[in-house]
């Protein structure tokens, strides 16, 4: 697992196998999610794979209805609007995401600051989409 490269290509790998894989970095622990291979805050590269929970809190959204060609072929439109969020981690990190479980047609429900808990949405072409819901 360690000679993984921190790279994004192996954090969907791992979102794959259901995990949720962040980098540590080992001089001044800050923690980067999805992986960076150098740290931004001390420019080390000591660096080590680091599973987080998976809980944290909705910190952003924004309901999409003009979707990209991606999604317009989830079957999302105007009429199925979607909802894009970014959800601060329980280990301190934020990340964007699917928020799923919340009508995205009445946005007045949704709120900041809402518990979620990762969810791994499986699609046919072999990837995986990371995507919260509530708790
Ligand atoms: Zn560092």
Redesign the pocket.
């Known amino acids: 697992m360690e000679e993984q490269p921190f790279s994004d290509i192996s954090f969907e790998n791992y979102l794959n196998e259901e995990k949720l894989m962040g980098s540590r970095?080992s001089?001044?622990?800050?923690l980067y999610l999805p992986p960076r291979p150098i740290?931004t805050?001390?420019r080390?590269s000591q660096m080590s794979w680091e599973e987080v929970s998976g809980k944290g809190k909705l910190a952003a959204f924004t309901c999409i209805s003009i979707a990209p060609p991606s999604m317009i072929a989830e079957g999302y439109n105007r009429q199925n609007p979607y909802i894009s969020g970014v959800v601060a981690l329980q280990e301190g990190v934020r990340v964007d995401a699917r928020i799923e479980g919340i009508d995205p047609r009445k946005p007045e429900e949704i709120r900041i600051g809402m518990p979620l808990k990762v969810k791994f949405l499986h699609r046919g072409d072999h990837r995986t989409t990371l995507a919260f819901d509530p708790a």
């Open positions: 970095c001089r001044c622990d800050a740290c805050a001390c080390g």
